[in-house]
Each structure stands twice: as structure tokens, then as C-alpha cells.
Nanobody, 124 residues
Framework: QVQLVESGGGLVQAGGSLGLSCAAS????????MGWFRQAPGREREFVAA????????PYADSAKGRFTISRDNAKNTMYLQMNSLKPEDTAVYYC?????????????????WGQGTQVTVSS
């Protein structure tokens, strides 16, 4: 079993920045593709960004591209999401996910492990 724990959420002003972290257990972390998803009240869980096991492939949702940066440090079993130029519409619970594959995917159904989520609130 892989366990994931997100941290770094909080309240920020529009235009500000916030960095999220996802700490993973297990020795196979470096082989797993990882992803960030978010879910706002009344909305479906949506893809934000993902990263391959080698960190060489990093797809982003259109809403995140140019503002968010995903990265990972396999030696620390940790994935990150740096969020800049935040907007009120970024407000959501952000989830870390892992997939039993080295290649990322876009759908939440394709990820096997999930963290508990961390709340990000962007005020106007």
C-alpha cells in the first residue's frame, strides 16, 4: 500500500502564491506517476497537473498551465505543486494521487492511491 499526505494548503490573496507538498510512503515512489487534482464544492474532481516517474513529462490542465509548476524529489518521496498568480476560481480541495505506472494520466479513475486533500482558499 502507498500512503500519501498533502500539506501546504491555506488561505491566500488573489495574485499570491502557495506551494503544496505530497509526501509518499513506500520504496516504489520513484516508479509511480503522480498527479494533482482538485475539487470545489458542487464540482467534479478535476485534473490539475501530473508528472511521470522520471519527471520528464509534466502535463498540465489548461487552467494551470503557465501558473502552476509540478515537480518531484524521488529521493525524498515527495511531489510538489507551486501555484502562482492564484485566482479565486482556484479555490478547492487539492488532492495528491499516485498511479501504478511510470506514465501520467488525466482521469482520476486511473490513479490508484490518494491523499486526504488539503484546502486551498483564494480570496478576492
Amino acid at each position: 500500500q502507498v500512503q500519501l499526505v498533502e500539506s501546504g494548503g491555506g488561505l491566500v490573496q488573489a495574485g499570491g502564491s502557495l506551494g503544496l507538498s505530497c509526501a509518499a510512503s513506500g520504496r516504489t515512489f520513484n516508479y509511480y506517476a503522480m498527479g494533482w487534482f482538485r475539487q470545489a464544492p458542487g464540482r467534479e474532481r478535476e485534473f490539475v497537473a501530473a508528472i511521470s516517474g522520471s519527471a520528464g513529462t509534466t502535463p498540465y490542465a489548461d487552467s494551470a498551465k503557465g501558473r502552476f509548476t509540478i515537480s518531484r524529489d524521488n529521493a525524498k518521496n515527495t511531489m510538489y505543486l507551486q501555484m502562482n498568480s492564484l485566482k479565486p476560481e482556484d479555490t478547492a480541495v487539492y488532492y495528491c494521487a499516485a498511479r501504478s505506472s511510470s506514465w501520467p494520466a488525466y482521469g482520476p479513475k486511473e490513479y490508484d492511491y490518494w491523499g486526504q486533500g488539503t484546502q486551498v482558499t483564494v480570496s478576492s
